[in-house]
């Protein structure tokens, strides 16, 4: 049995519980989980604000920690590697996106919580728990040091999803590129997109985040809400992803672009944006395109980048008991920038 901290409704707050993992099979690996991260999902799936939540729900899916027990005929792992689980735990195998390593695509992918499984209790459980079980094949080494561990974390998701499509769409020396939000996944898209060689304009709505976006890495800050600054970069961007999970209008982004220029969305408001003009489009051949973490292979890409790179998220350390007070202080936007739970508090 594993200690856990999960949701029995959608109005509950989360509590302690205890859960069953499966044994380990021959190709698994037994993870005791360290720290792991919270994601602004984890709200939504909990809340039941994104449809077809199972309870009791145990979130997380920003998992790292050290192995512990590894199946027979385990290949890639061996008992004490510092290992990390993203959000994904299975997928089909077999479909044209598995064969192609892009199984973050599968219809049938299967998520670290939430998702249909043949464990008990028929669905997955995911990282707010003592340990984990998981197949080898969806587990990532992690080459960060043990200090940096509560500090990898968020990069398991916050990471890659900004990863991705900086990566798919060439952010590098000579490109422009935009990061729209300055928050938990914003402050990973500002860091990562600097890395890569590229020049970085973040765009906030608050001007007390301004010095803030410079000390991340980016080149420029523009404040949204200003019609001046936002026209001095009519037509300049390569590549502008926005990271805001609310709903809002596109088409100040779209004009940003240059021609062939893409606005990608990776953040996921409970309700649509307001429609585009299509002529901002049409006039110049942009798109807006949308991308979904990273394939295992992209997320083991984007951890040794930001390890060669020394990149991590800014987090703050809580106790599994105050992850309450956490999401309460998230709905505020009060944190910089992603909430970390440490796992040895789980039973305090």
């Not at 990390?84 to 049938?108: F, K, M, P, Q, T």
């Not at 919580?113 to 079980?133: H, R």
């Amino acid at each position: 049995m594993s200690h856990a901290y999960g949701a029995i409704t959608a109005t509950s707050p989360l509590e302690k519980l205890t859960i069953q993992r499966r044994a380990v099979g021959q190709h698994d690996i037994k993870i005791d989980i360290a720290y792991c991260g919270v994601c602004h999902s984890d709200i939504h799936q909990v809340r039941s604000e994104w449809e077809g939540t199972q309870y009791p729900c145990v979130p997380g899916h920003e998992i790292v920690g050290r192995v512990s027990e590894i199946g027979e005929h385990v290949s890639k792992f061996k008992i004490g590697d510092l290992v990390g689980v993203g959000c994904i735990v299975d997928s089909c195998r077999h479909c044209a996106d598995c064969e192609e390593g892009l199984e973050n695509y599968c219809d049938n992918m299967i998520g670290t919580y939430n998702f249909p499984t043949p464990d008990a209790p028929g669905y997955t459980l995911g990282g707010y728990s003592q340990d984990i079980v998981v197949n080898e094949n969806y587990v990532l080494k992690i080459k960060h040091n043990e200090q940096q561990l509560a500090e990898v974390a968020p990069l398991l998701c916050a990471g890659i999803t900004t990863y991705s499509p900086l990566r798919h769409w060439s952010a590098g020396p000579g490109k422009k590129v935009g990061i729209v939000g300055i928050g938990g996944l914003g402050h990973m898209g500002i860091k990562l997109a600097h890395a890569m060689g590229a020049y970085v304009v973040a765009f906030t709505t608050s001007k007390s985040k301004k010095q803030e976006a410079l000390a991340l890495g980016a080149d420029e800050v523009v404040i949204s809400k200003d019609v001046n600054e936002m026209a001095t970069h009519q037509r300049s961007f390569d590549l502008i992803v926005n990271t805001v999970a609310a709903s809002h209008n596109l088409d100040i982004y779209t004009q940003l672009l240059k021609r062939d220029g893409t606005l990608t969305l990776v953040g996921a408001p409970a309700s649509p944006h307001q429609s585009p003009n299509v002529m901002n489009l049409i006039m110049k051949r942009r798109s807006i395109a949308g991308s979904m973490i990273g394939s295992i292979a992209e997320t083991q890409e984007m951890l040794d980048f930001c390890a060669e790179h020394n990149i991590v998220a800014d987090i703050e350390l809580i106790a599994a008991n105050e992850i309450n007070i956490a999401y309460e202080r998230m709905l505020k936007g009060d944190i910089k920038y992603r909430f970390v739970i440490d796992n040895q508090t789980l039973t305090e």
